[in-house]
C-alpha cells in the first residue's frame, strides 16, 4: 500500500487539499503501477510559525 506524507503550510482551502489529494494519488497510482484504491495520502498542515526559512519562521517572512 503506497503511502504520502505531505507537510504544508496552514492556509489552504479544502479544494486545493481534495485537488493536491486526487492528483497525488493518481501519480503514485500510475508511477508505481498499483491501484488507486491502495494509495493513501496524509496531509499534515503546519502553523506558519512552526516553519523555518533561513533562520525565520514563515509567518515572519509573510508566507
Request: charged share 25%; aromatic share 4%.
Amino acid at each position: 500500500m503506497p503511502i504520502a506524507q505531505i507537510y504544508i503550510l496552514e492556509g489552504r482551502t479544502d479544494e486545493q487539499k481534495e485537488h493536491l489529494i486526487a492528483e497525488v494519488s493518481a501519480a503514485m497510482a500510475k508511477a508505481l503501477q498499483a491501484p488507486l484504491g491502495n494509495v493513501r495520502v496524509m496531509i499534515t498542515e503546519m502553523p506558519k510559525q512552526h516553519f523555518g526559512i533561513a533562520g525565520e519562521s514563515a509567518k515572519k517572512l509573510g508566507r
